[in-house]
Nanobody, 116 residues
Framework: QVQLVESGGGLVQSGGSLRLSCKCSGFTFSTNDMKWYRQAPGKGRELVASINRDGYFVSYKDSVAGRFTISRDNAEEAVYLDMNSLKPDDTAVYYC?????????WGQGTQVTVSS
C-alpha cells in the first residue's frame, strides 16, 4: 500500500535550520510529483513547496521562497525539505503528499516548532 513517512521535525530557535525527509513506498515514486504542506494550529493546511517527478521544476509559497529548498532522490524514493532562516511563523505540522492514480495520499506529519 502507499506509504509516506516524514521525519526530521523538532524544536529550533528562530534563524535555525531543519531538514525534513519523506520516505515513500507502495507506488512508482519516480513518476509522481511531490508536495510539502503544513498546518499551523487553528489554520488550514497550506501548500509549501512542490517538485515535479524529475526534480527539474520546483515552486514555493511566497513566504518561504529563498529560505526553503525542496529536493528528491528517485533512487531512494524520498523527498526532502531543507528549511533555513526559520521563523516562529513556520511553526506547524509538515506533511508530504502524493497524488497516486487520482487519490491524494498524506504522511502522518512531523512537528516543526520555531521558538523566538
Amino acid at each position: 500500500q502507499v506509504q509516506l513517512v516524514e521525519s526530521g521535525g523538532g524544536l529550533v530557535q528562530s534563524g535555525g535550520s531543519l531538514r525534513l525527509s519523506c520516505k515513500c513506498s507502495g507506488f512508482t515514486f519516480s513518476t509522481n510529483d511531490m508536495k510539502w504542506y503544513r498546518q499551523a494550529p487553528g489554520k488550514g493546511r497550506e501548500l509549501v513547496a512542490s517538485i515535479n517527478r524529475d526534480g527539474y521544476f520546483v515552486s514555493y509559497k511566497d513566504s518561504v521562497a529563498g529560505r526553503f529548498t525542496i529536493s528528491r532522490d528517485n533512487a531512494e524514493e524520498a523527498v526532502y525539505l531543507d528549511m533555513n532562516s526559520l521563523k516562529p511563523d513556520d511553526t506547524a505540522v509538515y506533511y508530504c503528499s502524493a497524488n497516486v492514480v487520482g487519490r491524494q495520499y498524506w504522511g502522518q506529519g512531523t512537528q516543526v516548532t520555531v521558538s523566538s
